[in-house]
């Protein structure tokens, strides 16, 4: 095989995450035409923003699971979940130049379509969730949904997992702890072990483990009198890791958030709409029913639209007492968008599919890692898969510097992958549902050349 340059990328402080991100510093080392453009966004867009790879990317066109760039070449994406049916599927761009030739209003006028689709919606989660709201982003979603918590529970009190990531709102940024050591968490927040049996000793270690900190999360949120509103976590722990095992895993601490009269809420924005294979939600593989479950960037594969479900009940006085309106949430041509996403993952089989071919990637590269010590698990569920990469065995010490160079010789082979975890030691698999078997073997090729070269 092929040896891969081992050139390392930058290595963040200890108290950093690895960060699968562009240097500045290394702004002389790239092309002359993408040094101006690097350069063009630090003067226009400021330093807030970001850009993927020690090579950024330009892409100026996507179609399926393919995006292109200014010279025509294409790039496999293996990331992008909010293009959850395809890049530029022609069933959905119809269906938002439809609606955006037609009308686009809000919600204070009756629409048949926000009432078919959202029956629709419906239908697909169990029949204790009946009321649905409407938002823009996943953030918003999750910042309403809490507002509802803290409304009908008359708590502050937040649990999540310690390495969770929920939204970018001034709220919910205060209990999304992957945003690192410059966004500290409230007062009202704590957390619990991510569920990571390796680092817990197995699955009976990592239940008791989980059980015993929302037991010690709760008592100590109750002693500085802020209660517990709700716990909310990402059905398949993608910031924190990727963990879907073992299935319901979460039964006990939803118990123990429920007896102090906390709600559970399921962030679905990342494993949602048959992601994760067989069902259409993360929590229906640990058999749970949220009281309030919110979603977001696949909903309208790239159209901003994102939703909060409720059982009724949360709603009644909430809704009686507190006036909810956003202008552009649930808008026509974005319910359009929406309501095009439910069609093709149902007319194209998309969860089925999800299921075959995660299944497959998962098996290929469980095959792979008996060559390499350093890859400690292959784990997930559908087309939701991540690779734990490790110094050594014995250890189980998570190697995200390895981990990103992994990621940046893929792109240079022009598959686009990221990582996860808290070190950034997790490959992250998340590619459109439609992604197909030929570009499961063109990626598991691509990953073997690279793991030779850098693992070995």
Known sequence: MTKVSTAKASTPKASEPMVNGFDKSRIDELSPR?????????????????LFYQEPVEIVRGEGTLLFDADG?????VYNNVASVGHCHPYVVDAIHRQLATLNTNTRYIQQSILSYTEQFLGTMPAEIGHVMFTCT??????????VARYYTGNQGIIVTSGAYHGLTSDVSAFSPSLGVGVPLGPHVRTISAPDRLRHGGNDNLVAAMHRKIREAIADLERHGFGVAAFIADMIFSSDGIFAEPAGFLQPIIEEVHHVGGLFIADEVQPGFGRTGKNWWGFQRHNLVPDIMTTGKPMGNGIPIAAAAFRPELLTEFGRNIRYFNTFGGNSVSIAAAQAVLDV???????????KVGTYIQAEIAKMATSYEQIAEVRGAGLFVGVDIVT???SNTPDGDATLRVVNHMRRRRVLISASGPRGSVLKVRPPLSFSLSDADRMLENLEVVLAGELH
């Not at 996943?138 to 507002?147: K, P």
């Not at 993952?345 to 299921?355: G, M, R, S, V």
């Open 34 to 50: 993408t040094r101006t453009q690097v350069e063009a966004r630090d003067r226009l867009l400021g330093p807030g923003y970001r």
């Open 73 to 77: 070449n294409d790039y496999l994406d």
């Open 138 to 147: 996943g953030s918003e979603a999750n910042d309403l949904a809490m507002r």
């Open 345 to 355: 993952i149902n007319n194209e089989d998309l969860i089925a599919n999800a299921e």
């Open 392 to 394: 050594d065995a014995e």
